[in-house]
């Protein structure tokens, strides 16, 4: 009997979650209360591919347990995008007051999924590859010194990042160039660098911008800007055709969002030391 080693209410819980992940996921690669690999330390109630991506859950009526923490350390440093559920009965996560627990849960990267008595299963938290994953208050912290316009602006991209890295990793990059176009059209209204620069693509605006005198101070951030474009926006639409490509792809986007929100904090200073305004479209 499958999921054997469960109690009868947990053994219902695991069914139940599975047919929903199996209707969701598929059954491709299905594995029932074994190791993912010798390299992580956890096994799961039951696993499938779902290409690229491997979807894990775990089964438990203690929301976001140890084991779940555990786990997420080694699986960050593998080589393969894995998502992770756990599973619980419906009147477990009805009982998390202020749902306290089920919202760690979340701001770990895990997903979470609800079995009622009847058998009823839904998936309550979605959950991407952990690899991806930047918890919203991360996100919030770097945001802390932008403009309203610009948090709200970087707030959708991360909601974009969160479904589609690549696409997230886009529209931070977007928010970047315009940033550095906005610069740009209040640098040639002073006179500092010729007209039409802002016309130009990133990377030429930014060359221009290097060459002025009043912005020498800041050639470090120019400099960094120079590398985000370069390395980041053949990354965001590189297509990955295998789960190795694939992690490969998530990691370097992880690494440009959190560049582009750091680059955001770096122009909006260059911003209010020349005494320009914030102006995007």
Known sequence: MAFDTLSDRLRLVANASLALCRTNFGSNGLQLEKEIDAAIG????????????LVAVEVNDLIF?????????????????????????????QADRGLKRVTDLRDHGFGLIT???????????????????IPNGKCEHELRTLTPSLKVRFRAAHATYETDVGQG?????????????????????AGLVNQNTSNRDAADIIDRLWDARPFHPHRAVLGGLRSFVRTYRNTASHPARTPQ???????N????????????????????????????H
């Not at 490509?245 to 990691?251: M, N, S, V």
Request: hydrophobic content about 50%; charged content about 20%; glycine content about 6%.
């Open 115 to 133: 079995v009622a008595d009847n058998g009823a299963a839904q998936i309550q938290v979605r959950a991407g590859p952990l690899g991806q994953f």
């Open 65 to 93: 347990p140890e084991l779940l923490k555990i786990a997420a350390h080694d699986i960050e440093h593998f080589d393969y995008p894995i998502a992770i559920y756990q599973a619980c009965s419906l009147d477990v996560y």
């Open 245 to 251: 490509e694939a992690i490969e792809k998530i990691r």
């Open 169 to 189: 990793l886009q529209a931070a990059g977007q928010i970047i160039e315009a940033l550095i176009k906005c610069i740009a059209v209040q640098a040639e209204a």
């Open 253 to 280: 986007c992880k690494a440009g969002f959190l560049e582009a929100l750091r680059l955001a904090r770096e122009l909006r200073a260059i911003i209010q030391a020349l005494g320009y305004r914030v102006i995007i």
């Open 42 to 53: 956890w096994k799961p109630t039951f696993y499938m591919r779902h290409r690229p991506l």
